[in-house]
């Protein structure tokens, strides 16, 4: 737990909550891309959670689905694609950025939870180095990032290809230097294990969500991160993580003061709701991974803490 | 109506509806703050309303009250003011530039409306001439400033101190290269009278509340605006002005129509509801004054219109 300098930007304590911009500000401008990093950061949020996964021609580039998106995602006549998009795997980066992903469709299902979203022409997937350099700008010298790798279910079984994932992730966060500001983040515990042999300098962040999670973990043959009691923050600690990232709807105050036992740090998502926000400030995580940044500085302004 | 090449940047048409930013975009972040406008720019939109009164030592700064609001302006110590706040006119630059702007306290009626704006600290009142500059940014070549000018009541019958605001405000939009891309906006059509004579290069723009416009036109002696059909377009076009600047709720198809006839432009303020952007668009205005500009985009997407 100790070593990892970048764990120091993350953990709150008595009168600090730590906000986590989610996939940007989801709520304010179209999630993952640049501008929405740019006004995640105007708006004084310097943690950013964002995907990545990798082009066909093996780009890392920040994207949350391992198919675009068809409610977030336009064609070049500017149409939304709707339904499911391709595969990123299998585009090439110039392929990738023929679509533009300035905005959702507020006619879907997805797009109407975001109606207040900007909409803009003509943004393209960024490539995880173009965000990594915005950490060089004298600015944003607080920048970090809790960088999601998104699992290919279709790779599953092929612990080359899984190596190759984490190998071209990890190779651009060393080279853009941005190894002690990053944290790597999954929902797939096993894929951490090989970012902890790949990149020991670099923490790692266990997703979860319930029951999805221990499901997962048992169905896969995955028991040894399984404990007796299969208190969440325990697995996480016998598997080597140094954060827990439970889903809003699963954290307990007790799991909480569990985690804090452990020495994990606490990031909640995707934490909206006014009574959400409130909850976890009450419960004690270290931070909430937010679409609306504004909305939970209020929320802890109300209650004298910073963030 | 011709020679002001900035009108353009203002004028509707077919599939065509403007969208200006107002006080930046309040409803996401703190108001008439640099913050402010570099996000409504970040959300595409380049056209700035905003308001301007004079410090005591006569700099133009970026406010909308002669009081600062106690709800959205912190002490020293970062408590909100609460209730009326010191007089603008009263406070020396450095004074004023004591006080934090960057955000509004929930717990107030006014603040209460803007819950989720973002929570910043250390914002300073901006100077007219630093928001004037981001018009030499190369990214910002579209931008328009749509400058309210604040009619101090205190000042009503001093002819000369009309005259000195007036001359402060475009004696800085000259300087800063910018009279061709400001309209100069006021509830005090008298003093746009004052504008006209002092700028003739700036367009003018007449904004209307009923009844309390046509009160105060009569109420004042000032009849001479009101001609005898009482019609606002007819009346912003005997008075000279160049953009009629109508309350949503006093905006009706026929008025629109009328000011098209005159050659007006028609801007609405303030269009936040969903509803009143869809009867905005309806009724065929140029553009709408937003606090949301994400949400108006969408409204316009929708109905294949550009902005």
């Known amino acids: 737990m100790t070593g990892f300098p970048q764990l120091d930007a993350f953990r709150g304590g008595p009168g600090l909550v730590r ?19 740019a006004f995640t950061l ?3 949020v310097s943690l950013l959670e964002f995907d990545v996964v990798l082009t066909r021609d093996g ?23 709707m339904g499911q998009g391709p ?3 299998e585009l090439t980066l110039n392929e990738l950025h023929g679509y533009d992903v300035g905005g959702v469709d507020v006619r879907s299902s997805y797009g109407r939870q975001f109606c207040d979203q900007v909409l803009l022409d003509g943004v393209r ?3 995880l180095g173009d965000l990594l350099d915005l950490g060089h700008d004298p600015r944003f010298a607080d920048l970090h990032f809790l960088l999601e790798l998104k699992s ?26 941005m190894a002690g500001r990053t944290i790597l983040h999954s929902f797939d515990w096993h894929l951490l294990d090989v970012c902890r042999r790949a990149a020991p300098e670099m923490p790692t962040s266990c997703l979860s969500q319930m029951p999805e999670t221990v499901d997962a973990l048992c169905a896969g043959g995955l028991s040894g ?9 325990r697995m996480v600690a016998d598997a080597g993580g140094q954060l827990w990232c439970p889903n809003v709807e699963d954290v307990t105050p007790e ?3 569990e985690a804090r036992r452990l020495d994990l740090i606490v990031l909640a998502w995707t934490v909206n709701e006014t009574g959400d926000i409130d909850r976890m400030i009450e419960a004690g995580v270290d931070g909430i991974v937010t679409d609306y940044p504004g909305r939970a500085q209020h929320r802890l302004r109300l209650r004298g803490a910073r963030w």
């Open 42 to 44: 105007l708006a004084g």
């Open 87 to 89: 595969r990123v795997a």
């Open 152 to 177: 290919d279910p279709a790779l599953r079984d092929d612990a080359r290809a899984r190596e190759a994932f984490v190998a071209a992730i990890v190779a651009k966060v060393r080279d853009r230097g």
């Open 225 to 233: 991160f399984v404990s007796q009691d299969c208190s969440l923050p």
């Open 19 to 37: 906000l986590v911009g989610h996939r940007g500000a989801r709520g304010v401008m179209p999630e993952n891309t640049m501008e929405g990093f």
């Open 255 to 257: 799991l909480v003061a």
């Open 59 to 81: 780009v890392p580039v920040v994207t949350h689905n391992h198919h675009l998106d068809g409610a977030a995602t336009r064609d070049a006549a500017g149409n939304w694609l």
């Open 125 to 127: 997937v960024p490539c």
